[in-house]
Nanobody, 122 residues
């Protein structure tokens, strides 16, 4: 089981980025899979999750209306579309799963991608 997160970068406030999480070794849409982020000096926190049914769960009210989660079953890839980015969204973003079926914000996930840096300048 492997997850590879990519797509981060430097963007100005108000801009957009789309992160990708490519899965291998398992069928991504059979399980719940989440995006987490960790800002400098802060704990890792859950952002969004997509369950095996395709339902999205927000873990952060601050991203509602700005971030959306989706997946491409044929590509075995999950996406995080981030719009109206703010400097406080600056963090390393990770995708993770414990191969369960429910979305939880717990960081006790067995499988993690390597993280991709998102930097939002003001």
């Amino acid at each position: 089981v492997q997850l590879q997160a990519f797509g981060g970068g430097l963007v100005q406030a108000g801009g957009s980025l789309r992160l990708s999480c490519a899965a291998s070794g398992f069928t991504l849409h059979y399980y719940a899979i989440s995006w987490f982020r960790q800002a400098p000096g802060k704990e890792r926190e859950g952002v969004l999750c997509i369950s095996n049914s395709g339902a999205g769960t927000y873990f952060q009210d601050s991203v509602k209306g700005r971030f959306t989660i989706s997946r491409d079953n044929a590509q075995n890839t999950m996406y995080l579309q981030m719009n109206s980015l703010r400097p406080e969204d600056t963090a390393v973003y990770y995708c993770a799963t414990d191969l369960g079926f429910r979305c939880t914000a717990s960081t006790a996930k067995e499988y993690w991608g390597q993280g991709t840096q998102v930097t939002v300048s003001s």
